[in-house]
């Protein structure tokens, strides 16, 4: 038998989580295939995430790329202010209703996806470097925010309707340079950097605890986490790391590291440097595609009923999951 195939407790976790999560449940499909996407740009796209409205892409000279049900539009040609800094990174609201993007030269903005909006919060406490991630938890308008530079600095913000309070510049990492940040609805956070090492906020960025990983020898370049404190990272060698709370497990998906990795309860989605797709099930890690792309893969995004799996890159390469 083939089509979409799916545990019996995968539909629970489904049925029980769906009124509340904008992801779909993890259910192995075996007649998908990943399609090249048509999008109107040539730029780099660095990263890519879904929304209450659909998936939103950003990149090079602050392009902001929409998907309006199967096309592709642009939103912004030249970012925040139109000042054409590019974006780095991008991360939703738990909602899904405001997308906050940032990158180059302290671009730090916010999307108002519902009303089409954008407000631009560059340079906040006067940082000018590069936004390299941000991540943002909670309801749009009281969301909390964390954005890393290329300094290695973690600076955290709380929304108050049109205001941010921006609390104290912090480093967590170990000393080397803090790749990615994620936080969850119940304020966990997770950042990891170029030395193996992992650290957990348990109090929405205000303190932090190293948590791992010693041995690891791996630039960790990926975190995704779980409102239950779950959380997996990922990096060179091929290798991902998933830790429940308590102990570490390891996986060695392949030998190219690991560029980029989404999760969700369910299920998870890991990219390699060679366009090598890997997702974990209940089953654990399995290979799912290689794409051929000719162009380096920045970011992935877990499905919605709005919108498929999505993978983009430089070039303005967008591969989407099509059954």
């Known amino acids: 038998m083939t089509g979409r195939r799916c545990s019996r407790r995968a539909v629970l976790a489904a049925v029980g989580t769906a009124a509340g999560s904008l992801s779909l449940a993890g259910c192995v499909d075996t007649d998908s295939e990943w399609i090249a996407a048509d999008v109107p740009t040539d730029a780099a796209l660095y990263d890519v995430v879904q929304t209450a409205t659909g998936a939103y892409a950003v990149g090079e000279d602050g392009v902001v790329l929409a998907r309006d049900g199967s096309d592709w539009t642009v939103r912004l040609e030249r970012g925040l202010s139109d000042a054409g800094d590019g974006l780095r990174s991008a991360a939703v609201t738990s909602n899904g209703q405001a997308l906050w993007v940032a990158g180059d030269s302290g671009a730090l903005g916010l999307y108002d996806v519902v009303a089409d909006r954008v407000v631009d919060y560059s340079a906040p406490k006067e940082k000018t470097t590069s936004w390299t991630a941000i991540a943002a938890a909670g309801l749009a308008g009281d969301e909390r925010l964390t954005a890393i530079n290329s300094s290695g600095e973690l600076l955290r913000g709380r929304r108050d309707g049109t205001e941010i309070v921006w609390g104290d510049v912090s480093e967590p990492g170990s000393g080397s ?54 959380v997996s990272v990922a990096g060179g060698n091929g290798i991902v790391y998933t830790y429940n709370g308590v102990d570490w497990s390891r996986t060695t998906l392949g030998e190219q590291p690991i560029v980029t990795l989404a999760r969700n309860r369910d299920t998870a989605l890991a990219v390699s440097s060679a366009g090598v797709i890997y997702e974990r099930s209940f089953d654990g890690w399995t290979e799912l595609a290689r794409l051929h792309p000719g162009n380096e893969l920045r970011s992935v995004a877990l499905g919605t009923v709005r919108s498929p799996q999505l993978v983009v890159g430089e070039s303005g390469t967008v591969f989407e999951r099509r059954y």
Do not use: C, M
Request: glycine residues 16%; charged residues 20%; without cysteine.
């Open 177 to 230: 340079s803090v790749t990615d940040i994620d936080l969850t609805p119940l304020a966990y956070g997770y950042v990891v950097d170029t030395d193996g090492g992992v650290f957990e906020s348990r109090d929405g960025g205000v303190s932090w605890s190293h948590i791992g990983l010693e041995g690891a020898g791996v630039d960790f370049a990926a975190v995704a986490a779980t409102d239950s404190g779950h």
